[in-house]
């Protein structure tokens, strides 16, 4: 009998529109903004994701490049008010933001209040979805247990959200060295949040995929959209493999060297 057909093999351009560019780091100067943001637009990645501030000259700088704009809210520790996070996510839809990335209250997630967890990540999605925009919700899987990853997947199905996250990429836990430090978005966290997650919510994996295999890895757990900030060496990577076109054409003056590891994500 004649073998199943192979799928084909993402292209470039596929690969491109599974990233959310990473503009989130602290420190980060406008200047440093004005970069990232040319290198998201040059890459045609999905989005470029920044702090709520930087999204006027997001919209500006990608406007008409059919990348969009995504805008942390509550970021990083969901410490804030609902109600607060709720209106950091419209303002930043009203500024021009098509998606929202929120952090789900990991202490009310390890007390085990799941009525306000669920009232929290409710408050937020109607904010954005009134709006015509996405909400994506931040588990920090470093700080949970399966069983906590698991409710939460339940919960934000239930709610109808439109992605999972694993990570901030700035949630830190002290290990057994005593060092701090994250694991992110782990192959097995990567399975259960698929496991346990409705077909309509979608996995965005963040922290630690720092490479052109470890993107394809995650993508083929179920990831459809990564956090990165190395994308255009990952990206360059898959040109020099010879993966498929279309090729983003800005991609021709992208860094051929290895991806390297930016502090978050």
């Not at 093999?9 to 980060?28: E, F, G, K, N, Q």
């Not at 306000?116 to 899987?141: H, P, Q, Y």
């Not at 192959?187 to 309509?200: K, W």
């Amino acid at each position: 009998m004649p073998s199943a057909a192979q799928p084909s093999p993402p292209t470039v351009a596929d690969l491109a529109r599974m990233i959310d560019h990473s503009l989130l780091h602290p420190t980060m100067t406008d200047e440093q903004m004005r970069a990232g943001l040319a290198v998201a637009r040059r890459c045609g990645c999905a989005t470029a994701c920044v702090k709520p501030y930087s999204v006027p000259l997001a919209a500006e700088m990608l406007a008409g490049s059919g990348v969009g704009v995504c805008a942390v809210a509550g970021f990083p520790h969901g410490n804030s008010h609902p109600d607060l996070i709720a209106d950091e996510a419209a303002r930043a839809i009203d500024e021009g933001a098509t998606e929202i990335d929120m952090v789900a209250h990991a202490g009310k997630v390890l007390g085990g209040d799941w009525t306000w967890v669920a009232d929290a990540i409710r408050t937020v999605d109607e904010a954005c979805t009134s709006r015509g925009a996405i909400l994506k919700v931040i588990f920090e899987n470093d700080y949970l247990q399966d069983a906590h990853i698991i409710r939460l997947c339940e919960l934000c199905t239930e709610i109808g959200v439109a992605f999972v996250k694993t990570s901030t990429g700035y949630g830190f836990v002290k290990q057994t060295s005593g060092d701090y430090n994250y694991q992110g978005a782990t192959d097995a966290h990567l399975r259960l949040m698929r496991q346990h997650s409705g077909p309509r919510v979608q996995i965005k994996a963040a922290g630690g995929v720092r490479t052109l295999d470890d993107l394809l890895r995650v993508r083929g757990l179920g990831v459809t959209r990564i956090g990165a900030t190395a994308t255009e060496a990952i990206l360059a990577e898959a040109v020099r493999r010879g993966f498929p076109g279309p090729v983003p054409p800005g991609l021709a003056s992208a860094p051929k060297g290895p991806a390297r590891e930016t502090a978050g994500y």
